[in-house]
Every structure is written in structure tokens, then in C-alpha cells.
């Protein structure tokens, strides 16, 4: 509430400074609010060839939108929540809030952040809940590839293939994805506001890694401060409605910001590599019409549990790196990739990474020898690039089962911990802890039971300020180690009352 009244302050004071100023059109408004969208898009009623598609779309980076190609799958139809239980209620799916950097990390029947389909449809019209997550594997045979990617390498180079669902009202940021992209709509409705890549350096990004190809924007997009980021003012851009049944292809590192409508609203999106030509190869011996993802090789697929993959990187264009190294420099060594490594990414520990290139290089250095020649590097198969990849960058903690150790921190936990203490100077009844971690902290009852047993002992429901402070580290050993890089909502402003808790609901 403070924090409210004094933004309302900061504007009533802004408006009186600026006076008789006429404030930016669009100012405190959705994006788009400063300007009518004018660049224009394609709406295709037939699909193109994949050479024809390359020509004027990929190999361009021009949007375009493929009305009711999603309609030739058999999930278009065949995919209502009774099917989806019934069929594939067992499989997994990754979770995220509706609302990006506003919603917390939803619980779902699997833990922070993952859910099976059934519980999430029994469950996600009543939370803040929203499938971002690989397509299980069991599902490709009901979505079928539209035509103008059904051969050459757009087909052979499809890096991974993601299900979105929601209950509707959900919101993105403004931001732009690595690789080239089909979004799928199978139900609902989606308005897309897209912004050309040259616009780039008028949109305020945050920082990322150099070697991440994505990005965001630090702008609000439901108010934009034109005040704080007057440069927005100079994008020009587009608005398209997609309908349940349309495609839409958004080209590598082509900005938009999404709001979805419709209860359900659902989406497939097929992710393909970012090529630099179009290899028809065999394209005379494919028939180019809709193809089940079922018949198509997939470079990071998911079979519905256990770790994920989404986000991984295209390693054939990790291979093509290494090919082209090879080549300058007459060979490519382990030191050479640790040089890479150390330079793309200074954050990491020194000792973590040179054991990390140590695994990885093992892996591609099946001779021995100690380097590797361009042909070497080009004779390694997917599969050994693709452990290689993992080998090197590691797994993506929303992806594991263990995300809730890299969300929630150590030092968030702590600070709980004093605060119920200092309520609480006689001892911390174990459910008053498993209540609080799950009410401020946003974890699961699992995981604070695993704390509370780590600082009292299993079955023990009380624990001494001296048993909790003598365990401590023991206790949240997992939470350090994995330093909880995730960021957690302050407790402070959460806590009600003298006791930080509301006894009567335990």
C-alpha cells in the first residue's frame, strides 16, 4: 500500500512540474499507445512451398500469418480437456504464472513449477497458472507441421516444440526469442503487437549474457512510462489478431508482446534453427503437404518426465562454430574451448567450468589425441553434440525437478526463520514453518517438511531456537549449493500481524 501511494505521489508531482507541458501520447498507457500500428503484415490462405517460404519470409525476417493451418492437425479438434485427461493425463508440464514478472512460481501436483495435464486442467482456472513448457512427446502424433516446412533443412533443423495453455487473460513482456518460430493457435485468441529487430536500441532491453540470443525489454508494456523510456516513442509497429486454427511465424530476434484471450487458450510453437540458406536436399523426394511432428526428428524432444531440455541450445550451429575454429586455426583443443567458454561466460566459477569443458571435451575427443581437426568435428554425430551441449552449459533449473532449491534462496529462508523465531522465542512448531514457507515464500509443503526435518529431525514436530541455529547450515545445504539464484518476494511485506502467521488456518 505505501509503495502505491507513493508512485501516485511521484505522478501527481510529475503533472505538476510538466504543467502546462503536454505529456508523450501514450504515456501511462499499453504499449502501441503513442503511436497507430502501420507496418503491415501478410495473411496467407494458402501455404507456400519451403522455397517460397524461404524467399520471402525466413530468409527476410517478415512476419506472416498462416490462417487455419492449425486446423489440419488432428489436436485441433481432438484436443478437449476430457481427451487431454484421458489420454495423456499422466504426462508432465512445466508452470509459470500468467502474468510475466508479476506472478510467482505456481505449485502444481509435481512441485514448483511442474504439474501433470490432468491436475493442471482440474485446477488452472481457479490459479494463477500457465503452460510453458516442451510438447510431451505422446502429443506429436496429434499436431501436424504445416507444409512450408515439411522439407529441406527447415525440416531436419526443428530445435525444439513447446505447449502453451492457459485460462485466457495472460500477458508477456516485450521481448524476442533465439530462434525462428510457427505459433500454433489450437484454441482461443491472440492479439501479437510486433516490432521490426531494427528497433532494437529504441526498446530499453536488460542485460543478458552476450552469448544469449533472446532478450527483453524493461518496459511495462501495459503502462509505459514515455517519461522514463521517451525512445519508445520512435517504434513504429504492427497488431494481428490470431484466431483458434491460425499459425503465425515470428523470424529470429523479431520483437512482440502477446496477450491471450479465450478459455482455454492453447498453443503449439514448432522452434527451428537459425539458418543462414535453404538446403532443399530430398525435397524431391518429400511430399510437401502436413506432416505429423511424430514422423520428424526433433533436437531437444521431451518424452513427458523427468528433466526437460527446453531452452537447450542448436548444436549444430555449436558444431558450425567449431568447424569454422578448426579451420582458421588448423585445429581445436581443450584450451581453446575453456578460452571460449571463460569469454562467453565470465560469470561462472573458474574451477566449475574447467571441470564442466573437461567432461565436455571427453565426450567429442573420442581418439584421444588431445585436438581435433575440422573434419573430425564435422563427422561427430547429434547426439554425441547434444550430451556435449549439456556437458558444457548444464541443465536450466526450471527444467529439473529440483527448481524449488534454486528459487527460493538460503538467505530468504533465513530471514523466515528469524522472524518466526523472534515470535516464537520458546520454539517453532513445525507446521507454523511448513505454513509460512509455502504462504511467503511461494515453496512447496514437501520441501519445507525436508527443512524442518534437516533443523529438528523427522517426526519431530518442534524444533529449539538452539536445534535451529546449531542445524542451520546442514539444513539448508541443498540452498546453498544452489545459491538460489531466483529471486524471492520480500517477506516483510507479506507478514500479517505480531506472530507472521494466521494460526487459525493451520
Known amino acids: 500500500m505505501v509503495k502505491i501511494l507513493l508512485r501516485a505521489l511521484i505522478l501527481h508531482l510529475t503533472l505538476l512540474c510538466l504543467e502546462a507541458e503536454e505529456l508523450p501520447r501514450g504515456h501511462l498507457e499499453p504499449f502501441g499507445g503513442h503511436r497507430p500500428p502501420d507496418v503491415d503484415i501478410d495473411e496467407l490462405f494458402e501455404i507456400p512451398d519451403p522455397q517460397v517460404f524461404w524467399d520471402r519470409y525466413v530468409s527476410v525476417r517478415r512476419v506472416a500469418v498462416l490462417r487455419q493451418a492449425a486446423t489440419h492437425s488432428p489436436g485441433f479438434t481432438k484436443w478437449t480437456e476430457g481427451n487431454l485427461k484421458e489420454l495423456y493425463g499422466d504426462v508432465e508440464v ?13 505449485l502444481g501436483e509435481k512441485g514448483l513449477g511442474r504439474d501433470t495435464l490432468r491436475s493442471f486442467l482440474e485446477t488452472f482456472r481457479d490459479k494463477d497458472t500457465y503452460i510453458v513448457s516442451q510438447l510431451p512427446e505422446p502429443l506429436y502424433e496429434d499436431f501436424h507441421v504445416p507444409p512450408c516446412i515439411s522439407c529441406g533443412n527447415m525440416r531436419k533443423r526443428i530445435i525444439e516444440v513447446d505447449l502453451w495453455m492457459s485460462s485466457g487473460n495472460t500477458q508477456s513482456i516485450i521481448h524476442k526469442d533465439a530462434f525462428n518460430t510457427i505459433n500454433c493457435l489450437m484454441k482461443g485468441t491472440k492479439l501479437w503487437k510486433m516490432i521490426e529487430p531494427k528497433y532494437e536500441k529504441w526498446l530499453y532491453k536488460t542485460w543478458e549474457p552476450k552469448r544469449e540470443q533472446g532478450g527483453n525489454s524493461q518496459v511495462e508494456p501495459d503502462s509505459v512510462d514515455l517519461l522514463k523510456y521517451p525512445d519508445i516513442a520512435k517504434i513504429r509497429w504492427s497488431n494481428i489478431t490470431i484466431n483458434a486454427g491460425d499459425c503465425l511465424f515470428i523470424p529470429k530476434g523479431y520483437y512482440h508482446q502477446v496477450n491471450s484471450y479465450g478459455d482455454p487458450n492453447m498453443a503449439v510453437s514448432i522452434l527451428f534453427s537459425r539458418i543462414g540458406h535453404f538446403d532443399d536436399t530430398g525435397c524431391n523426394e518429400t511430399r510437401i503437404d502436413y506432416t505429423p511432428l511424430s514422423d520428424l526428428d526433433v533436437l531437444w524432444s521431451w518424452p513427458g518426465t523427468g528433466v526437460m531440455t527446453m531452452g537447450n541450445m542448436d548444436v549444430w550451429m555449436m558444431q558450425k562454430s567449431y568447424v569454422a575454429f578448426a579451420e582458421e586455426k588448423g585445429k581445436l583443443t581443450e584450451e581453446d574451448l575453456l578460452k571460449f567458454m571463460s569469454d562467453m561466460m565470465p560469470e561462472f566459477d573458474e574451477e566449475e567450468l574447467e571441470e564442466s569443458v573437461r567432461e565436455g571435451w571427453l565426450l567429442i575427443d573420442k581418439s584421444g589425441k588431445g585436438y581435433l581437426e575440422a573434419e573430425d568435428v564435422s563427422a561427430l554425430d547429434t547426439d554425441t553434440m547434444r550430451k556435449h551441449s549439456v556437458a558444457l552449459m548444464g541443465q536450466e533449473p526450471s527444467n529439473t525437478e529440483d527448481f524449488e ?7 530468504m529462508i533465513e530471514y523466515l526463520l528469524q522472524r518466526l523465531i523472534e515470535a516464537s522465542p520458546n520454539g517453532l512448531e513445525r507446521k507454523v514453518f511448513v505454513a509460512n514457507y509455502v504462504r511467503y515464500l511461494g515453496g512447496s509443503e514437501e520441501y519445507g517438511n525436508e527443512i524442518f526435518d534437516g533443523l529438528a529431525g523427522k517426526s519431530v514436530d518442534m524444533a529449539t531456537v538452539d536445534e535451529i541455529t546449531q542445524n542451520m547450515d546442514a539444513a539448508l545445504l ?6 538460489g539464484v531466483e529471486s524471492t518476494p520480500e517477506i516483510d511485506e507479506r507478514f500479517d500481524g505480531n506472530h507472521y502467521v494466521i494460526r487459525d488456518e493451520l
Open 94 to 106: 512445466r508452470l509459470e504464472g500468467k502474468h510475466e514478472r508479476k506472478s510467482r512460481i505456481p
Open 405 to 411: 532449491y534454486f528459487h527460493i534462496s538460503r538467505d
Open 478 to 483: 541443498k540452498w546453498e549449493e544452489s545459491e
